[in-house]
Structure formats: structure tokens, C-alpha cells
């Protein structure tokens, strides 16, 4: 049987912080609650490192839509991470429709511990309403090279300090090959 | 010995990139000194005859400004890059895709509709479009074909070092030409600027408060900068932290914000997303409602965050749905395999 002949199963991609959402899911296994098998979960510390690209990453490598899951406001065990993840989500969701993926595709939900309900109404609610939108179906996109970058002649005292602001952190293991038709 | 040869060619692009390598002024002529140029259509009179003739490999360097959109750019990268034993992606455009990358925001068929009919300034009704191939008495005429998307340079042919930039400032270029023709260029796929922040060279970085948080953003033409307070600060959607200095700081200098033409740092893969990040963490409020309001003053994120990259983004391009419901945003890759 061909791709193209099995009916759609969404793929979701979870990034649930591991102290809430991620145990929360536990909870849920533990309890024997049945929900959607489309969702595969990642376990972040905290919903506050769900940089963007890894959304963007994970509708390059096949994502139909993506979830985030963090504590509730106020809970979040680094303080602020999940009030960042939010400001961050609220415009990336406005982009993403830019770019014409539609705004069911992506969803951001504060989950405790002890909502192991919740994850699996959450998860259910998510796999039908990307069931719904149909496969994302991007066009296998580019070969993805990271240039190294380097100090030319002459510009040694510029690269001497440290980088300010956000640019500075590195983005971790990020090296994606993409889906490449070359 | 014999001075390197060496070309300039250029693509999708506006012509900036040329007007940089000759504001290098005076120091043009060392460049010319130390290289031979073999073909430079902007500025000498050389023939596409003229670099097939050469050996492969025979251009010690070809610098290449440009995204890549049509048949003609792609055969001409084609050809350089075997004629040549390294190639510059020069400028914003051959790296990362530039400003005419944001063409990939439209479908090739509605760029097409809009120029040759839906314009204000089109007359329409002939509905006439150019072909690629159009026979006249004297014979048959040819236009290159316009691909569905733009693309980098190197997503089309192999690329050994970028110099970024919108386009390239000009110190940057100097060093590049001296590094390359002292042979002393640094490892393959270097971008050749140095690999911080743009806030590490601008004169406003001591009032960029450490605890930075905005509660209303501003368009530059709300307000009246102060020019000597951190633009951020002030509101405005500055992309100093997120892009990568060597520019000198001229924008933030002349009292605009940074809108991130010289391109990401080593540690980031997609340059657009890497600035939302850095821009929405800034935001003051903490409830959704409130952010949302906050974000929603933040127009075209795309077009902002995405200005001069958007082919070399992770998405690529617009995602479109076409009558049939399927999607896809045209054959672009599928052209190639
Ligand atoms: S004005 Fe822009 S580049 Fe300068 S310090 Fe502020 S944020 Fe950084
Ligand atoms: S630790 Fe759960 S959201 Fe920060």
C-alpha cells in the first residue's frame, strides 16, 4: 500500500515541560486513560525552552501540527519560563498564519501534574482538528547549512566580547537535514 | 606569476551589491592590482563566451550577489561554479535569499497575474504574457524560465563562503578579496563577519537596559527617536540581538532600527524565528489577552522577522492550497530531482 492510499493519520509533535504536562502524561498512562496515538511527546524542562525553530523544525521534518504544554501561570518551576513560552506562542501562531498554516495547527495548553485528563481531552481534541485540516503537506524543502562563522582579518577586536541579548544562546542540537529532493 | 582571476556576477538582486564592491573607491584599484577580473557584466565588457572559454576551476574566486529565481540565473551559477575554485555568495540575496525572497510569500501564478494584468499600471484585456519561446520573422526569441520559488545560491550550487550583508559593507569586502588573494581563507562554509551580535558594536549598547521589557512597540514613524537611547528601549522593533554585526552600525547610528540584513550568527539555524523569539520575550504584559494586544501592534511578522531570509527559513516559503485542495507551494524542489 502506497502513502497515498492509507487514510490520514495526523502527526503531532508535544513539547511538554517535564514538570507538569510531561508527568501529567505519565499520570494518564498510569491511569490507563486512552487517548490519540498521533501525538509523540517530547520532555523539555520547561515549556519556556520550546524555542521557536523547533516548531518550525518540526513542520520541515513532517508535522501536521505541533502542541506545547507547560504548568499554569504562576507554577512554572523556573518562575517565568511558561509566561515567555506564551508571548512567544502568541506571535509565532500569528506568523505561522502568514504563512498560511492554519492556526488549529499549532496550540499552546497549561496542564498540572495532576490533569492526566486533561492530556488525554487535549490530545483527542488536537488529533481530530488536525485530522479535520487535512496533511500539512509542505514541499520538501532545502538542504539546510549552517555557516560557520568566522573572525575575518582585521575584525578580531569586534568578535573579542560576548554576544549580547538572545542571538547569544546556543540553540542546541538542531541540525536538521530537511527533506531533501536534490 | 600570474594574478588570480577572479568574476562578479549578479542574480536576483538590485544592484547594490555592485555599487559595493566599487565603493570600495581607491582601494579598487589594489583589488585590480592584485586580480585579474574575467567578467564582470555590470562593469566590463565581458561575454557569457568568455567564461565558458576558461578552464574549469580556472576563476580563483567568483563572487555571486543574487537569490535565484529564473533558468538563466541557475545556468549562470551552474557555469561559475565549475569555472571557479571558490565561490562567494555575496550579500544578503545569495545567502539567505534577501528581499526578493519574499516573493515566495506569492504563488509564481499570482505574480504573474498581478504584473501582466491586475496592476493599476497594466492595461489589461490583450491578457498577453510573455513566453519563453516566441517566433518573429528574424527567427526564434528566447526568455528564461521563471521558477516557482527563490531560492539561496547554495541551495542551487555548492557555495564555499558568504559574506552577508544588504548589501556587503565594504570592510567586509576588502578583507575577504585580501584573505582570499594572501590564501588565507578560514574553513569552508564561513560566513566572513565576525560571529556576535550587532548590540556588541552599537554606540547605543550601554543604554540597552539589562532587564529590557516593552510594553508598547512603535513603527519608526510614530515616533521620534532619541539618538542616543537603545532603540529597543524606545519601543521600536530593533533586530540588533538577533543579527550578526560587521556593519559598522550604520542604521542604528542614523536613528532606525536594525532590520537584520546582515543575517543570523553561527548558533542559529532560522534567522527569522530566532528574532521573533528574541522580540516576543521582550514583551511587558503576562496575560494572554494583554500579549496578544502587545504582539498584535507587531504588523507583518513575516515581512519583519523574515525581511531577508525568508528561502533559507526552515518553511521556505508561503504554504499554498490549490483548487484541488492539496498543497504544496508549487514544484520548485521537485523541478530538480
Ligand atoms: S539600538 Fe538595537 S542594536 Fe543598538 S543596542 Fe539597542 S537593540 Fe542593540
Ligand atoms: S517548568 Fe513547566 S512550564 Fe516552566
New binding site residues.
Given amino acids: 500500500m502506497s502513502e497515498t492510499d492509507r487514510p490520514f493519520e495526523p502527526r503531532i509533535v508535544a513539547f511538554f515541560c517535564t514538570w507538569c504536562t510531561y508527568t501529567a502524561a505519565d499520570l494518564a498512562g498510569i491511569s490507563r486513560m486512552q487517548y490519540a496515538p498521533n501525538v509523540r511527546a517530547i520532555r523539555l524542562m520547561c515549556s519556556g525552552r520550546v524555542d521557536p525553530q523547533f516548531v518550525l523544525a518540526a513542520f520541515r521534518d513532517g508535522a501536521d501540527g505541533v502542541l506545547i504544554g507547560g504548568c499554569h501561570p504562576g507554577d512554572c518551576h523556573y518562575q517565568e519560563g511558561n509566561v515567555n513560552a506564551l508571548r512567544r506562542f502568541e506571535l509565532l501562531r500569528r506568523m505561522l498564519r502568514d504563512f498560511g498554516i492554519e492556526e488549529g495547527r499549532v496550540r499552546l495548553e497549561w496542564i498540572s501534574a495532576a490533569e492526566g485528563d486533561k492530556v488525554q481531552r487535549v490530545c483527542n481534541e488536537m488529533t481530530e482538528r488536525v485530522r479535520a485540516l487535512g496533511p500539512l503537506r509542505l514541499e520538501p524543502g532545502p538542504r539546510r547549512r549552517v555557516g560557520v562563522g568566522v573572525v575575518p582579518v582585521g575584525a578580531a577586536e569586534a568578535a573579542a566580547g560576548p554576544a549580547?541579548?538572545e542571538a547569544s544562546e546556543p540553540v542546541g542540537v538542531l541540525e536538521t537535514e530537511g527533506r531533501e529532493a536534490r | 606569476m600570474t594574478k588570480p582571476k577572479v568574476a562578479f556576477y549578479w542574480c536576483a538582486s538590485c544592484g547594490g551589491c555592485e555599487e559595493a564592491v566599487v565603493d570600495l573607491a581607491e582601494d579598487v584599484l589594489a583589488v585590480v592590482d592584485a586580480v585579474d577580473i574575467a567578467f564582470w557584466p555590470v562593469a566590463l565588457d565581458f561575454k557569457v563566451s568568455d567564461v565558458e572559454a576558461l578552464a574549469d576551476g580556472e576563476l580563483a574566486a567568483s563572487f555571486v550577489n543574487g537569490a535565484i529565481r529564473t533558468s538563466e540565473q541557475r545556468e549562470m551559477a551552474e557555469l561559475l561554479r565549475r569555472k571557479s575554485a571558490v565561490v562567494v555568495a555575496f550579500g544578503a540575496c545569495a545567502w539567505l535569499g534577501g528581499i526578493p525572497g519574499l516573493a515566495n510569500l506569492s504563488s509564481r501564478e499570482s505574480i504573474l497575474e498581478f504584473v501582466y494584468r491586475g496592476s493599476p499600471s497594466t492595461s489589461d484585456g490583450d491578457g498577453v504574457r510573455p513566453q519563453e519561446e516566441t517566433d518573429v520573422p528574424e527567427g526564434r526569441l528566447r526568455l528564461p524560465h521563471f521558477d516557482e520559488t527563490v531560492r539561496t545560491l547554495d541551495q542551487v550550487v555548492d557555495v564555499d563562503y558568504y559574506l552577508p550583508g544588504c548589501p556587503p559593507p565594504v570592510d567586509l569586502i576588502r578583507s575577504a578579496v585580501t584573505a582570499l588573494v594572501e590564501g588565507r581563507l578560514p574553513e569552508k562554509g564561513s560566513v566572513l563577519a565576525p560571529d556576535v551580535?550587532?548590540?556588541a558594536?552599537?554606540?547605543?549598547?550601554?543604554?540597552?537596559p539589562t532587564d529590557?521589557k516593552v510594553t508598547q512597540f512603535r513603527r519608526p514613524h510614530e515616533v521620534i527617536a532619541d539618538p542616543e537611547?537603545?532603540?529597543?528601549?524606545q519601543g521600536?522593533v530593533?533586530?540588533?540581538?538577533a543579527?550578526r554585526s560587521g556593519c559598522g552600525?550604520p542604521c542604528?547610528a542614523a536613528n532606525m532600527?536594525?532590520t537584520g540584513c546582515m543575517g543570523p550568527t553561527s548558533r542559529v539555524i532560522d534567522y527569522g524565528a530566532k528574532a521573533l523569539s528574541a522580540i516576543a520575550s521582550l514583551v511587558a504584559p503576562s496575560d494572554e489577552e494583554a500579549v496578544g494586544e502587545a504582539v498584535d501592534r507587531l504588523v507583518d511578522p513575516v515581512g519583519t522577522f523574515y525581511r531577508y531570509s525568508l528561502p533559507a527559513s526552515l518553511l521556505h516559503r508561503r504554504v499554498e492550497r490549490d483548487a484541488a485542495g492539496s498543497r504544496g507551494g508549487g514544484q520548485g524542489w521537485a523541478r530538480r530531482s
Fill in positions: 549580547a541579548g | 551580535a550587532l548590540c558594536e552599537c554606540p547605543r549598547a550601554q543604554t540597552k529590557l537611547t537603545c532603540l529597543l528601549a521600536l530593533c533586530l540588533g540581538p543579527t552600525a542604528t532600527p536594525c
